[in-house]
């Protein structure tokens, strides 16, 4: 399976920069923005195998993602904040998760109608970091500061479940 993941890989790396390419040498508006869908369609895919290695490729998916600039209230905006969340908390960097996707949160809810589901499994990435800190908290004897971040904990998990269901439900 290795194998087929890195032939994937190799694979939309190279699309990446075709895409680029021709985004850069087309001047029809029409063909530019199927072009620009094209592209974040394939960086998403591609940071999303990142994530998946084990361990996660945290680095590549920051690089690969620099360049996406999306207004918030843009369709796929919870997306990228997701995916850039999500490389935060893969590299054990779980207070800059945690305040990126407050930030997200806050960004989103302004946008008001743009589909936040992206972040709710996030959301439960998070929770899941933050009880293994918890759990090493108080492992270490720090009672107090590992019922603290279980509080914080729940109401991850609490977001991800809210936010993976809609009234349409």
Same mark, same amino acid.
């Given at each position: ?75 796929? @905006?919870?997306?990228? &904040? ?55 908290? @108080?492992?270490?004897g720090a009672r107090m500061q590992a019922n603290?971040? &279980? ?19």
């Amino acid at each position: 399976a290795k194998g087929m993941v890195d032939k994937a890989k190799a694979a939309y790396r190279d699309l990446v920069a075709e895409v680029g390419k021709a985004m850069g040498s087309t001047t029809e508006a029409k063909a530019k923005a199927r072009l620009s869908d094209m592209d974040f369609r394939v960086r998403v895919a591609l940071a999303n195998l990142f994530l998946q290695e084990k361990p996660p490729q945290s680095a590549e998916v920051e690089a690969l993602l620099k360049d996406v600039q999306l207004k918030d209230d843009d369709k796929n @905006a919870a997306v990228i &904040w997701a995916l850039r969340i999500g490389a935060l908390a893969a590299q054990d960097k779980l207070d800059d998760a945690v305040a990126m996707f407050e930030a997200a949160m806050q960004s989103l809810d302004k946008a008001k109608g743009v589909d936040q589901k992206p972040l709710s499994a996030i959301a439960g990435t998070i929770a899941q970091k933050l009880d293994e800190r918890a759990a090493a908290s @108080a492992k270490g004897g720090a009672r107090m500061q590992a019922n603290e971040t &279980w509080k914080k904990a729940v109401s991850y998990y609490l977001r991800s479940a809210e936010r993976a269901t809609t009234s349409d439900d």
